[in-house]
């Protein structure tokens, strides 16, 4: 089981989570605490799940080799390597390109999941994050490449998991990114094609989520690139925002641990 009671985060230098209320998770991220992630299961990303992004590749969805929309969602795996918390410095491997700030919902799972249905669904939920699905720009979607998408750090998650309780409608949140305090980029997770149970129900029909997985609604079409210098601020309704910050290789020598 994966459970808590209000908001689960981990501060940075300390072994473990804390179950904390929400009076005392907006003093600690007031202070300028910086977070881990607070998961350590594995995270899915989940492609072409928002309708603008579909509408977005308009005939290329029907051409070979694929000739219609997919069937069943399709994932993409963020590694360990790629994981990241809040206030996390983020190497930019291409600065020209920059890096696309994605933010998503992350549904955290509760307990084993294998074949639920969709109207079971919110029993396996424990709670949502924030996760900052981050990639190099790039134009395929149907098999998502590991250099764009897992590079160090490319998932950053949290600060937060709120618990499930505390999010009463996780189909019709406002999603926020802001670069350098500047709002640039909005959109809702009811654009999502298959809603939070859907999904669930969707991937578990062929493969079993565990208890601490984490699995992204979705990131929204049009997402923002950020470069080196700037400062991500992403918000979901109802959870911590998350803040990274984006910086050239050498600025993050000798970082890694």
Do not use: W
């Amino acid at each position: 089981m994966f459970a808590l009671a209000n908001h689960l985060l981990h501060p940075e230098g300390e072994a473990l989570p804390r179950d904390v209320d929400a009076s005392t998770l907006a003093a600690l991220l007031r202070s300028g605490l910086a977070c881990r992630a607070p998961v350590s299961g594995a995270v899915y990303g989940t492609l072409l799940n928002d309708r603008a992004a579909l509408q977005a590749l308009g005939d290329a969805m029907h051409a070979a080799p694929y000739k219609a929309p997919p069937k069943a969602p399709v994932l993409y795996l963020k590694p360990r390597n790629t994981f990241a918390g809040h206030r996390a410095r983020v190497v930019v491997p291409d600065n020209e390109l920059g890096v696309e700030v994605g933010a998503s919902l992350g549904i955290v799972i509760g307990r084993t999941a294998t074949r639920i249905a969709a109207n079971r669904a919110a029993e396996y939920i424990a709670g949502y994050t924030l996760v900052g699905d981050l990639s190099v720009p790039h134009a395929s979607v149907y098999r998502p490449s590991v250099r764009f998408r897992a590079r160090d750090g490319f998932c950053a998650i949290g600060p937060a998991v709120v618990a499930a309780r505390h999010v009463a409608t996780p189909d019709h949140l406002a999603i926020k990114v802001s670069l350098n305090g500047v709002e640039i980029f909005s959109a809702n997770t009811a654009s999502a094609v298959r809603n939070v149970a859907q999904l669930l129900a969707d991937v578990t029909d062929f493969m079993t989520l565990s208890a601490g997985d984490v699995l992204t609604l979705g990131v929204p079409h049009g997402s923002p690139p950020a470069h080196i210098g700037d400062t991500a601020t992403l918000s979901i309704e109802g959870l911590p925002p998350l803040t990274v910050s984006f910086v050239a290789a050498q600025e993050y020598a000798g970082e890694l641990s």
